[in-house]
């Protein structure tokens, strides 16, 4: 079965840092283009990051840009989002997607709350 | 950058209505737009990509259309299932923008 399941979520006070996980199966990871997407309580989907299979190109909003890392590792199947400087405004859900014509997988998601 | 608008927000039909959703770029994206579905408490799901290309186990009923700026999702005929807010989102260049979602329910 094709899947990605996200990890690492939690509480963080402001200013804080929280590193989410994305771990695939059922398909050759290697070959997909991945991405972060969120989504704050109530409000609608904001594409957050992307990069590409091989990790020659990386992409971030500017929501994010300077404080949010991604990376991959290909050999462990696993995406990664690195959150630094966290804000309020960060709280959302955090969906993994894969990226083929369109997001065509998505996880669960993983609940980042930013609050003292 | 390029900016993504739905029409409506929201919108209630009854069962076997049809019913059409537009998105618009504030430039153009040749075909490079993407549907998604998600159902209250869901996760969201792709319904077409390529602007009118059906996403494999989407029904028939759903299909896109449209290229450049002006883009329309249409059910034609709404099931009870179907209840759900759909998102557009560009896919020509970053940032890969969600349109803010137009909610659809049951009248």
């Known amino acids: 079965e094709v899947q990605v399941v996200e990890s690492g979520g939690g509480l963080v006070k402001p200013g804080g840092s929280l590193r989410l996980s994305c771990a695939a199966s059922?398909?050759?990871?290697?070959?997909?283009?991945m991405n972060w997407v969120r989504q704050a309580p109530g409000k609608g989907l904001e594409w957050v990051s992307s990069?590409?299979?091989?990790?020659?190109?990386?992409y971030y909003a500017d929501s994010v840009k300077g404080r949010f890392t991604i990376s991959r590792d290909n050999a462990k199947k696993s995406l990664y989002l690195q959150m630094n400087s966290l804000r309020a405004e960060d709280t959302a859900l955090y969906y993994c997607t894969r990226f083929s014509d369109g997001f065509d997988v998505w996880g669960q998601g993983a609940v980042v709350t930013v609050s003292s | 950058d390029i900016q993504m608008t739905q029409s409506p927000s929201s919108l209630s039909a009854s069962v076997g209505d049809r019913v059409n959703i537009t998105c618009r770029a504030s430039q153009g994206i040749s075909n490079s737009l993407a549907w998604y579905q998600q159902k209250p408490g869901k996760v969201p799901e792709l319904l077409i990509y390529?602007?009118?290309t059906l996403q494999s186990g989407v029904p028939s009923r759903f299909s896109g259309s449209g290229s450049g700026t002006d883009f329309t999702l249409t059910i034609s005929s709404l099931q009870p299932e179907d209840v759900a807010t759909y998102y557009c989102?560009?896919?020509?260049?970053?940032?890969?923008?969600f349109g803010p979602g137009t909610k659809v329910d049951i009248k």
């Open positions: 990069i590409s299979d091989r990790s020659e190109y990386i």
């Open positions: 059922g398909f050759t990871f290697s070959s997909y283009s």
């Open positions: 989102q560009k896919l020509n260049s970053v940032p890969l923008t």
């Open positions: 390529a602007a009118s």
